[in-house]
């Protein structure tokens, strides 16, 4: 163990193990998560060699190998609580996306959720048991997140009682679905479904694409892979053309919309039944941002407790770099967030566990608000978690940069998620449009309810800006309430703000549409201030249920620094809002000093509490013995360049080049 | 040619090839980089397979095949100076690092200034002719930018009249340099010297590393590849590893510092000689900023152009994703960036090339300011590039992830950027010195010169945070001059900011050096602002420049918007100062919307007129023609997973499944 991450852990005021209780819900789930993470990862069939080291088909080969591993195994074990099966998944394939995602992740639940029963019976078993291996293709190479633009069709052919699949131009080719370039053998197909001369848009299909017994592609289908990506090397996303593909009538997804034999078209009793599926899995990427930022975190923070660089004070020995304020100022405000993040996860995750029984009973009351609250939140915690796993990688100098850290593979499988799920901009917008329906709601005199009753409140002539000075001064800077307060009071001045911005475009004789468009940059702004005022409030919420006195406090200096190191960085807004004074503002910056050297002696027990495992982190840089470099220099030697001590191309091409200068 | 390109096209305002002439720095310049450029993409010696579909080591062997044809071709075509043959390089790599980078551009380039007439006897024309391949063996794995850590020693023996080479930990080991995995056999390496028993710091010692005629390593020598990287994939970066290796005397670098034959170590005549390259690197990097920040815009926005998508007014076709106004906010601010560090760079370059001679003969009164603005205008333009590309990556959608956008690569090449040649928070703190120490200097009466000269002039008082309204409204924010002048008592602002940070810690009894680090995060802003000052005035000063009517009012646009957008993003800065009330500030956002529309029609010919060819751009998404979808299917069809319709893993793994559920 290295003495320096030794000294570091010894020096924290609260018990790691308490704060890691509390991350996981219990001490309970703290040791059946261990349980499980044991199982995988003492198991020599999920051993697993260096994916950096592989070809993209051997990472595609190796991940087929575990998935099919894993598959064994759960029923072995009789792993069948979801969120069981997906803590094992992950530990599996090291948080990576793996080839059966989307057969385990979309294609079974829809099966689930749209089937009727005949179609139960006749895919449900077949797929449970992986002789059918499905994906959902959606998405087309001119078609993501705007789904009635797509221009797959699936034409009825009342003749035959079948659909005719096709993709008529180029841009309605499918792209992208996971799985689909070469494990798949069936695909939801999402087209336009036409019948009796009429299109009724979008329904899903159930389509063979290649051989049960050979796999070979089916006639009429052209499918492959869409070629390497950023990262996600294990998948084989996949492109998918269908020329005139006939499948049964009884393929069609038919449990609410229908069509009969002869042509007729059924209408589905709601359109909002497959918008919880939406909801829930927007939920899990903020869960997902927390968990991509702590690893992030626990990475840069335990190296920079063993790296030494450069000098504080002339003549001393070199100091671990997270002494210097620059290095604590980069890395503690993303921790905090990291926190944040997990505690809005996991209020997201009981939220949508609350009222998904009333959405099953058809109750979609509360759904509206959640859809919203999901949107700019998936939004809001995907952008910042993606920005600042980079601001970790580049805190850990030239060493960030090598695979060895581990901190481009977490960079490249999360990025994604700023545009799968509902491209960010389009999601702060869709929360915004309920932002703006519910402030003009509040103006017109309606009392709101829930998260964005706030905006009832603020409507007392409050938020028209004016100089600072003849504003009271309210906020107390060291006081969570109160700075929950001039955050909710930010994101109700912008909100009228954007609001205002389409009044005046559409006395300016603009169309509602064209007005909107003209206002985005205020609408996204007015989204981004709720969801941060609504991270900030319930980080603060979420100390009321800590009873450990020492967890407590730390926890409380963390939401303080994330609530003032905001102001910090969006110091114009507050001020602009006249809800802070300049001399507030400076005494902020001196505060969120102050808090950074208070955190420091805490820090390497804040990212142990997160408790990764080492193999799952799978970095040098971020070990938990801290035994950094002797292990960068054994996983540089077992690189594939390194399996010859002469490289061929010096044969090739260096040496004889010296005859011909 | 795609219709809405087309359309583009037609409708800007300016004529294109004007304003690439003004880039290239006349027309017979854009006809000479012409010229070379089509001499190697004409050339089939150069064709290259997509890196994307090769292995790791393919990929450097296609590199290595590519740099021996350019060494045999450059010099069959007489290519000698410096910039066509930089010119020609990136044209052969597509921009991308190579495994010769070090010994064209580190190497031989020490030779030069650092051998003495013998050294240049022995090892210049070897070197020229490729027997020898050498790279600049200086970081270490525990040691980066701090050069007074490094720990490698040679330590002198008189008996044998050698350097005997040592690395004595683990921390010590040589790590990083790009050519020295695979591709060199000597290196100059940086160690501490060690003679008649005293250490006299770091210097310079060429170091045979494998066999001339075998390439197997030396005895002694233990080197390697460092593993794949988050790109360099064409690089074989690399450690070495020294064990009393022991080399002549003579080949120590002695044009400055000796050892005589008795061990006498005789001083070189000025630190500083060695100085001049690190400032010229750096000043590239502000180049490398621009010309990476424009390509991920060309790509972008072109993208953006032919990109159809959702609906602004139902039952209208899909507009084009630039008409969206969060788009234009995303990418035409960059656009303005990417012209902005264009001119920077262009500044960098003229005023290095100026000063060079003096440097040369000794003279170096203008270094310090030339070093200052260099670090941090490193830092400060590889940063905003650096988020740039990746927020141009997102704004292209799903396929941005695509290896076919070109826009990962564009990426990972550029994002070592931020820390190779000084690690840009370090880079920050070097400048902020200089600003600190010039402020200091003005304050204590002495008239300073050069850029930082509004240091004196903003010391009369001025920069007292205080209630905005009682603040003169002094600022046109249609005026560049009067915004240049915001900018500047901004910058004046927080440097006295950080100043002040350092006396009042010290007052706190801290040491100068606790009190230095105790101010860090205000150094950092107050460089930062100094910066964005120099670029803001640096494209003002530049439309000066520009005689064509049409192209100035274009330029004037992008100014403005880049000087506003900046303000936008900083507004506390500007408020705090009392340099903008918040009626401006909401005034600014609404003339930065205003901007965005104006710029609309010219933005593609604005990305045109930056000239990169389709080969250099090497992105389906960012083709001149804007056919993308067609050439995205034929990429993806052409991926290795392609090559056989069924993955052996099917019959390895999946199929035997079955049976076993």
Redesign the interface.
């Known amino acids: 163990m290295n003495p320096d991450i030794v000294k570091e852990r010894r020096n924290a005021t609260f018990d790691v193990e308490t704060l890691t209780n509390i991350l996981d819900g219990g001490p309970e789930k703290t040791s059946r998560r261990r349980e499980i993470e044991s199982l995988v990862l003492n198991d020599p069939d999920f051993k697993e060699q260096d994916p ?2 592989l ?3 051997e990472r ?2 190796q991940a ?2 575990k ?2 591993q894993m ?2 195994k759960l ?1 072995e074990y009789g792993i069948a609580d979801p969120e069981e099966i997906y803590c094992y998944k992950r530990c599996v394939h090291r948080d990576r996306p793996e080839p059966l995602d989307l057969h385990l992740g979309m294609f079974l639940p829809t099966l689930l959720n749209q089937a009727t029963p005949e179609q139960m019976d006749r895919f449900f078993m077949p797929a449970w ?3 059918i ?1 499905g994906t959902y293709a959606q ?1 087309e ?6 789904l ?2 797509l221009e797959t069709t699936a034409t009825y052919d009342p003749a035959t009682q079948e659909f005719v699949l096709n993709s008529p131009t ?2 309605s ?1 499918k ?2 679905p996971g799985g689909l ?3 798949s053998n069936h695909a939801i197909v999402l087209a336009q479904l036409y019948t009796q001369g009429n299109c009724h848009g979008l329904h899903a299909f159930i389509t063979p694409i290649r051989d049960m017994d ?4 089916l006639p009429g289908i052209v499918v ?9 090397n294990e998948v ?1 996303n996949g ?1 998918l053309k269908l020329e005139n593909v006939r499948i049964p009538r009884e393929n069609m997804l038919m449990k609410f919309a229908k069509v009969e034999p002869d042509g007729t078209y059924v209408k589905p009793p709601s359109a909002k039944l497959t918008y919880g599926t939406m909801v829930f899995i927007r939920s899990m990427i903020v869960g997902d941002s927390a968990r991509c930022l702590a690893k992030a975190c626990t990475i840069s923070i335990r190296y920079s407790a063993v ?8 003549g001393d020995p ?1 100091p671990q770099i997270l ?5 604590q ?2 890395l503690f405000p993303l921790l905090a967030t990291a926190y944040a993040f997990t505690y809005v996860g996991q209020y997201m995750h009981d939220t949508y566990q609350r009222i998904s029984g009333d959405i099953n009973a058809g109750d979609f009351s509360e759904l509206p608000e959640l859809h919203a609250l999901s949107a700019g939140l998936k939004a809001f915690t995907s952008w910042i978690a ?2 600042g796993i ?1 601001v970790c990688r ?1 805190s850990c ?2 060493h ?5 850290s581990g901190l ?1 593979d977490i960079y ?1 499988e999360f ?2 998620s ?3 799920e509902g ?4 999601m702060m ?1 869709q929360t915004a449009r309920y932002l703006v329906k519910s402030y003009r709601q509040a103006k017109a005199g309606k009392q709101l309810n829930g998260i964005v009753s706030y905006l009832s409140e603020a409507r007392h002539g409050r938020v028209q ?6 504003r009271p001064r309210v906020v107390d800077i060291n006081d969570l309430a109160s700075l929950v307060e001039a955050y909710k009071l930010r994101a109700a001045n912008l909100v009228e703000l954007a609001a205002k911005s389409i009044q005046q475009e559409l006395q300016h004789r603009k ?1 509602q ?2 007005a ?7 609408l ?1 702004r007015s989204s981004d201030a709720h969801c941060h005022y609504v991270v900030v409030k319930l980080f603060t919420d979420k100390l009321g249920e800590i009873s450990d006195t020492a967890v407590h406090s730390v926890m409380s200096t963390l939401a303080l620094l994330y609530a003032l190191h905001g102001i ?1 960085k ?7 809002a ?1 809800l802070l ?3 507030q ?2 005494q902020i ?1 001196t505060r ?2 102050e808090l950074l050297s208070q955190l420091r002696p805490n820090t390497v027990a804040l990212v142990d509490a997160f408790d990764f495992h080492d193999m799952k982190l799978n970095s040098v840089l971020g070990r938990y013995d801290g035994n950094v ?2 292990n ?2 054994e ?8 399996t010859t ?6 044969h ?7 005859a ?2």
Not at 516 to 522: H, M, R, Y
Request: hydrophobic share 30%; aromatic share 12%; proline share 7%.
């Open positions: 950096n080291f070809s993209r088909s595609y080969e087929v190998r998935s099919a598959i064994l029923r048991n992986l002789e291996i998405t190479i001119g078609h993501g997140t705007h009635r633009g180029v841009s080719i792209w992208w370039g070469k494990t050979t796999h070979q592609p492959g892979d869409i070629g390497p990506k950023f990262g996600f084989d492109f790296r030494h660089q450069s000098e504080i004070r002339p070199e002494d210097y304020q620059t290095q100022h980069k993606n920005a980079e580049m100098g030239g960030g940069y090598s695979r060895s481009p490249v990025t994604p700023c545009t799968y491209e960010n901009t389009v917008l800006p004016q100089p600072v000075a003849a169309s549409e064209d909107w468009n003209n206002s985005a940059i205020e996204v910090t969006n110091s114009g807004d507050f001020l602009q006249g004074t300049v001399p503002v400076l910056s969120v000093k470099y002797e960068m220099f996983w540089a030697r077992n690189s594939p360049l390194n001590e002469v490289h061929e191309s010096f090739k091409y260096l040496k004889p080049l010296r011909k200068l």
